[in-house]
């Protein structure tokens, strides 16, 4: 494509993240640091693996999907009940960001190795411009017709086109209430605490777009601005007034951050910090959905392009949306799957913490998406200067 050096340099923008935090949330499997990944089979060494599927693939299956993706976002029981029943064995490695794993795809150009990404759905557009993404064939996805009609053909994919709803979320805060005891409900309440009583022991998400964010959000005003002077003010205030008090930028609070009581104060996706406070055994941390804005994003299943698996990425694609694993899947990972009736199913399930699952419509009309446009470059420039004024 005659404009695709553009496309990739708004997707990959050479200052790109370079620090990977790895999430390792699997009992028993062995997960390394940054370019690691970890290993998944339900099958023993003298157990043959099927090669048979529910119809959805073109043909045999494969014996492995490696799959490129956010931490901690699929269920390891999920993933063993899949290779236990079709046989493919299940290989992950991790991202931090959007951009880290689209830098990636565009530095392999096409030779990834991987079968399966999960972006959010504001950056498919470019994605697929810059030829990261196959084409999908819905017909390979019977299970496609379990999404609800609110979260199919969005504006970013039309017809769905290239990408499946795997979950959406939003953005919120975690705190200590026995470290942080001010009353806490909007963005500017968690940057006041960080300032004070929570300095040094803060985490933010390690995401560009996530602390630029914040910022926007505490002040109520468009974060998708390309404005220069907004842009210039935000940077100013998070390296002057926020950054000396971050001690670590971490997505994954909720591995090991809030159950250990390494921060006060952490930044986090509405189910990381869900699982953070469940697996944590106290009462002490409290989840805030903050005002006056936050954000709504949606995650996707997406095949890269030149996967090397691609009838086993299909049937993967295809059996995380049967309702009943997608019930499974939503009670370990926390986050809303897309597929129809699943809240009612989760109430009759007993899933604990269904306030940091689901959301009141007025909740929802607060949650504004993000975008890729211009200032993305900017944006990762921002986030490595405030990194590297943090303590």
């Not at 050096?5 to 499997?29: C, E, M, N, W, Y």
């Not at 940057?191 to 910022?215: C, H, K, R, W």
């Not at 930028?249 to 159950?259: H, K, L, Q, R």
Request: charged share 20%.
């Amino acid at each position: 494509m005659s404009d695709q050096k553009d496309v990739i340099s708004v997707l990959a923008p050479h200052a790109t993240i370079k620090q990977v935090s790895r999430r390792a949330f699997l009992a028993g499997a062995t997960a390394t640091v940054a370019g690691g990944s970890l290993i998944l089979t339900g099958c023993g060494e003298d157990e043959a693996p099927t090669t048979g599927g529910t119809g959805s693939s073109s043909g045999p299956l494969e014996d492995q999907i490696n799959m490129y993706t956010w931490g901690a976002y699929d269920y390891p029981k999920v993933m063993k009940q899949f290779t236990e029943e079709f046989g493919p064995a299940l290989k992950l490695s991790s991202y931090d960001s959007n951009e880290q794993m689209i830098s990636k795809l565009v530095a392999t150009k096409g030779t990834s190795g991987f079968d399966i990404v999960v972006p959010t759905g504001v950056f498919i557009p470019q994605m697929v411009q810059a030829e990261l993404l196959e084409p999908l064939d819905l017909a390979r996805i019977p299970n496609f017709e379990n999404i609800a009609e609110e979260y199919r053909d969005q504006p970013w994919d039309p017809g769905n086109g290239y990408s499946v709803p795997k979950a959406w979320g939003t953005t919120g805060y975690v705190y200590d209430k026995t470290k942080v005891t001010r009353p806490m409900a909007t963005w500017q309440d968690f940057f006041d605490a960080a300032a004070d009583e929570a300095s040094g022991q803060t985490s933010m998400l390690a995401d560009p777009n996530e602390v630029i964010g914040a910022y926007f959000w505490a002040n109520d005003e468009d974060w998708n601005t390309t404005d220069t002077a907004a842009l210039d003010a935000c940077e100013d205030y998070l390296i002057d007034n926020i950054a000396p008090h971050v001690k670590a930028f971490e997505s994954y609070p909720g591995t090991n951050g809030i159950p250990q009581g390494s921060y006060y104060l952490c930044q986090a996706w509405n189910g990381d910090g869900r699982q953070g406070i469940i697996d944590s055994g106290t009462d002490n941390w409290v989840w805030v959905f903050p005002g006056p804005r936050s954000e709504l994003w949606m995650d996707n299943w997406t095949i890269p392009t030149g996967a090397p698996n691609p009838n086993a990425a299909y049937e993967w694609i295809n059996y995380n949306l049967d309702p009943e694993v997608s019930l499974e899947t939503l009670s370990w990972v926390g986050y809303h799957t897309a597929v129809a009736d699943i809240e009612p199913a989760a109430e009759e399930a007993g899933i604990e913490r269904l306030d940091m699952i689901f959301f009141t419509p007025e909740q929802v009309a607060t949650m504004d998406a993000g975008e890729v446009n211009d200032s993305q470059t900017r944006r990762v420039e921002i986030f490595n200067n405030v990194k590297a004024a943090a303590v």
